[in-house]
């Protein structure tokens, strides 16, 4: 438990014999934190209050005498963090220190942390210097030591646990229970056992047949882990009366040696230097992991976490396989179907100020960021950040409180800070995190495309590839958020002689880009300074080896209503082989920010950086203000024809699809990740929408065969919704392209088939409008949609982007005299919306397309003809995501 105190106290003491450290030469600050040391070690408070000053309250003294002094506390660490001068006084005479304070019993401990203002007595009253203040103690409370207890095992047959959807069974074996300070904690079970994982939403009984080749889970283990509240084993393990088991040494040891391997996986907290013993949290209520050793599947790791959006998880811990995700009946029935993550965002980041200092060939980052927050919710006694657990944290401070503790959770990527007092809702924080540490350059794999052939196993390129760094959305290369949120942003890069830089903002003018000489990691070295004005989802930075090729204003024609950009700078950053490639590619970028701005009726940032790196295979990566696109080098057998994202007659295609995401993406985001469609769908429709526009009708259509053939073949791996999820359990990201970006853009072109175009478009413009620079989910597109066609939309949504089935369709044409008969019938009980392009191929050789709009089990079209037809076809534009029959 997290918990933060206000005490300010005005304290009198009585004076205390000279110490050794209180010498002269000796540091005064020093030897008064050692005396406090050694009282709290020996639990002796008595001469607690002389080490305070005279003007001091008792009733302040007793107060952080019942903090700091601990009952049986057997340990003591005390460590200052900081110090400055104390304001009002002659110089070395008082100095403003930090001070966390770590006790500890056998069992438990608690950590506190303190301003503190020491002073030199007046006139040389006292030996010793004496503390005048003390005040904003915050305290991390609830921690305790875990042990197994094999002295008093428990005999369990035909014993069981249940969670959510989850049975974990004990046929017959031994329950070691896993002890705390405050009760049973948790439990190691050895025997014969069987784990029943049964999960409710269909999507994820999709997932589990694709892991485990059913929709349900029976897994036999011989050794489980398990953690849980101590009231939740009360309510559950005490009612099932397990006698005490015969002590057997062989089993006992087996069972140690499983806690010693799986307790640390959940609840354990780093406490850096204060401790290196392992500590950990109690779960709260009804919150449950299981570490199950299975016989065919590894260790599976079951959560439920009730501070999760999706509570209920299974997870493989050897692959790093998410078999399942979602909510438990009871968040559903708190929240409803449908949720943004925001729900669990404690605060607001409404600025970054990022200063980062970077070595490329070390991939050393050594920064330091300032966020300016707002509190959202109610109150808020720490803050929780996401920050890579390989950075290590030299200091936070807070612009209101000073330094303040902060702990690292071992495992994760996560910061907590404790806050010296509960901030009330709407209230202004400012942090300053200072970290340094190696942090690898983050892959595009979602973003890269599939190699075949040999290729895939060699990968040999015909020379060697000139390296870039890059720090995105997935590195947490600077503190942030959990849940992220759109924030203004200045972000300064400090790189070696010979390198630039590219990042989420605009960079400002040549004087602001500062020559440094010796710098935090390198004595000769370049800055750049990169401002964003307008949200950000995440903040993104790339350097290389490169050259800035080509920079160029062009004025767009902004339609939106209340558009106030009106100029974008487009500018190519090219690596030394690449130069003349980024020239090129700097017309057709002008070219799609126009097209694209065109559609929308605006653009969303005024400056668009694109940057031209050497890879071997082609891809990219478009955050906020810049995009990063491979340019493939020459490479022996590589062949990337089999992916979903590779068409033939299009190769301004990779970049097309980055700078649409800085519209779809970037400038709107998703509420979680079942709505990244709205990113990637969107970014892959908007390319085909251009590549017809400059490649012809001939390259649209071929899209659209490849968004059909890549729907059909993948869509039994999981529905739209299913997000980044597709493909995760096989590894395979070709599904999650082929579903998220193919299928997505299919069901977009239904739509505007459906709907016609200028309903179509002005319902994108709306839903664009709605949620610029804020998270969106499909139940926003549907609504934007249904106001500007009149139409309801619940069943298409509900088919093609929370479903994932094909519709299956009989089809049965009839050619009479001057008409066409054609008859579609598809299954009453699920029935699909859906247009369907018919195609009548005359006598004479031409051709007439009609659109049907299929919205029940029967549809029957007479088609009226003014000549003999040939033949009738169906859907031979690829146009509709359903198999046809009986043509």
């Known amino acids: 438990m997290v918990r933060a105190l206000l005490l300010v106290a005005c304290l009198v003491g009585a004076a205390a014999p000279v110490a050794a450290q209180d010498r002269p030469g000796a540091d005064p600050v020093a030897a008064l934190l050692t005396r406090l040391e050694q009282m709290l070690v020996r639990g002796d408070s008595s001469q607690f209050a002389g080490l305070f000053g005279e003007d001091v309250a008792p009733a302040g003294i007793r107060r952080y005498e019942i903090d700091l002094f601990l009952a049986g506390a057997v340990t003591a660490v005390v460590r200052e963090r900081d110090r400055a001068p104390l304001e009002g006084v002659p110089p070395g005479d008082g100095f403003r220190v930090v001070v966390e304070f770590f006790v500890a019993t056998p069992g438990r401990a608690r950590i506190l942390t303190a301003g503190m203002d020491v002073r030199r007595p007046p006139n040389g009253a006292l030996p010793s210097w004496r503390i005048v203040m003390l005040e904003g103690i915050s305290s991390v409370d609830g921690l305790y030591r875990l042990r197994l207890d094999t002295e008093r095992p428990l005999a369990a047959k035909g014993f069981k646990v249940t969670s959510e959807d989850l049975v974990v069974s004990l046929d017959e074996g031994t329950l070691f229970p896993v002890m705390s300070d405050e009760g049973v904690t948790g439990m190691v079970l050895v025997g014969r056992g069987d784990m029943q994982f049964a999960p409710s939403p269909p999507a994820e009984r999709g997932q589990l047949r694709i892991f485990a080749g059913r929709e349900t889970l029976n897994a036999v283990f011989e050794t489980a882990f398990i953690r849980l509240n101590p009231a939740d084993y009360r309510a559950q393990v005490v009612p099932q009366q397990l006698p005490v088991a015969t002590i057997d040494e062989r089993v006992a040891r087996r069972a140690q040696s499983v806690f010693e391997r799986s307790s640390p996986r959940s609840f354990q907290v780093d406490l850096r230097d204060l401790s290196s013993d392992d500590w950990y949290l109690l779960p709260p209520s009804r919150d449950f992991v299981a570490e199950v050793d299975t016989r065919r599947h590894d260790t599976l790791t079951f959560s439920r976490s009730s501070a999760q959006a999706e509570d209920v998880s299974l997870f493989q811990r050897q692959n790093k396989k998410t078999i399942a995700l979602y909510a438990s009946a009871a968040k559903l029935a708190a929240r409803g179907r449908f949720y943004s993550d925001d729900a669990f965002r404690d605060y607001d980041v409404q600025d970054f100020n990022v200063d980062v200092s970077i070595v490329p060939e070390r991939q050393f980052i050594q920064g330091r960021t300032r966020l300016a927050m707002r509190v959202r919710s109610t109150s808020m006694a720490s803050v929780t950040l996401r920050l890579a657990e390989g950075l290590q944290v030299r200091s936070v401070v807070s612009v209101e409180y000073g330094p303040l503790l902060h702990l690292r959770v071992r495992g994760q990527d996560t910061l907590l800070v404790s806050l010296p007092r509960v901030v009330p809702q709407d209230s202004d924080l400012t942090l300053i995190v200072s970290y340094e540490g190696r942090l690898t350059s983050q892959d595009l794999d979602v973003d890269t495309i599939a190699v075949t052939g040999e290729a895939a196993q060699d990968g040999q390129t015909l020379f060697p590839i000139e390296p870039h760094y890059l720090l995105s959305n997935r590195a947490f290369w600077y503190p942030q958020n959990p849940v992220w949120d759109f924030a203004t942003a200045t972000i300064r890069v400090t790189v070696p002689d010979g390198y630039r830089a590219v990042a989420s903002g605009e960079l400002q003018p040549p004087s602001q880009v500062i ?373």
């Open 515 to 887: 020559a440094l000489r010796d710098g935090l990691t390198q004595s000769n070295g370049d800055s750049f300074v990169f401002r964003s004005d307008q949200p950000l989802r995440y903040l993104a930075l790339m350097v290389s080896r490169m050259t800035r090729v080509s920079e160029k204003a062009m004025t767009i024609a902004a339609s939106r209503p209340g558009a106030d950009i009106d100029k974008v700078t487009v500018s190519v950053e090219a690596q030394p082989r690449l130069q003349g490639r980024g020239r090129q590619i700097a017309a057709q970028a002008e070219d799609m920010m126009r097209f694209y701005s065109n559609l929308v009726g605006e653009a969303p940032f005024t400056a668009m950086t694109i940057a031209v790196v050497e890879s071997d295979l082609p891809g990219g990566h478009s955050p906020g203000y810049f995009a990063v696109v491979n340019d493939p080098v020459p490479s022996a057998n590589a062949s990337w024809r089999g992916d979903p994202a590779a068409f033939d007659g299009f190769p301004e295609f990779f970049l097309a699809h980055e700078l649409a995401h800085q519209w779809w993406g970037q400038a709107l985001g998703w509420k979680n990740y079942h709505e990244q469609w709205l990113s990637e769908g969107f970014a892959q429709y908007f390319a085909a929408l251009y590549g017809r526009q400059v490649r012809g009708d001939r390259v649209f259509s071929d899209m659209l065969r490849q968004f059909r053939r890549w729907s059909l073949s993948q869509s039994d791996q999981g529905p739209i919704h299913l997000g980044y999820r597709l493909g995760h359990i096989k590894n395979d990201l070709r599904v999650y392209r082929a579903i998220v970006y193919n299928k997505g853009a299919g069901v977009l072109h239904m739509l505007r088939r459906l709907l016609g175009d200028e309903a179509f478009f002005a319902g994108l413009r709306r839903f664009y409008d709605d949620r610029r620079f804020q998270k969106a989910g499909t139940d926003d597109l549907e609504r934007a949609l249904e106001a500007e066609s009149g139409r309801t939309l619940d069943r298409f949504f509900e088919r093609w982007i929370y479903g994932n089935e094909i519709p299956r369709i009989a089809v049965k044409s009839t050619i009479g005299d001057g008409q066409v008969t054609v008859r579609f019938t598809q299954p009453a009980e699920n029935v699909f919306d859906l247009p369907v392009t018919v195609t009548l191929t005359l006598a004479d050789g031409r051709t007439r397309e009609v659109i049907v709009t299929l919205g029940e089990a029967d549809v029957e079209e007479i088609i009226p003809t003014d000549a003999p037809v040939r033949r009738v076809q169906v859907n031979l534009d690829a146009a509709a995501l359903a198999e046809f029959e009986g043509q």
